[in-house]
């Protein structure tokens, strides 16, 4: 791969990265027990029946939001990695390249576009 490209799609990545890390951040706190990850926050409306349901509800939405998150950043931080083994735009199961295109386009791509539509 050329440098300016890698260097391109590492920026991209770091900014992807900075983001998630904001969002997650949002919604709760490093995690003190499992590792790297994030805990979400659970809400406090008050003490009647219906706001314990709101905050049932709400708390739900951000795990599942703080679950997607936190996947997308384990994505972006193996493409960081892979930039770094110079291991970066080939197909975790051909070894092929993948496309410029598809990186520009989904940078922490690990599948070529061939192999990705047999996976499905």
């Known amino acids: 791969m050329f440098k300016n490209f890698l260097k391109e799609i590492k920026e991209k990545l770091e900014k992807q990265k900075k983001e998630l890390e904001e969002q997650l951040e949002k919604l709760g706190e490093r995690s003190k ?3 790297n990850g994030f805990e979400v926050n ?3 409306f008050g003490e009647k029946e219906d706001e314990n349901a709101d905050e049932v509800s709400v708390f739900s939405d951000r795990f599942s939001l703080g679950v997607n998150l936190e ?3 384990e994505e972006i ?6 930039i770094k083994r110079g291991t970066y735009g080939l197909c975790e199961i051909c070894q092929g390249e993948i496309t410029k295109e598809r990186l520009r ?3 922490s791509a690990r599948f ?8 499905k």
Do not use: I, V
């Open 71 to 73: 996947r997308n950043l």
């Open 112 to 119: 070529c576009l061939s192999c990705r539509k047999k996976q």
């Open 77 to 82: 931080n193996l493409a960081l990695e892979k």
């Open 42 to 44: 659970f809400p406090h």
């Open 33 to 35: 027990r499992f590792g």
């Open 105 to 107: 386009a989904f940078p």
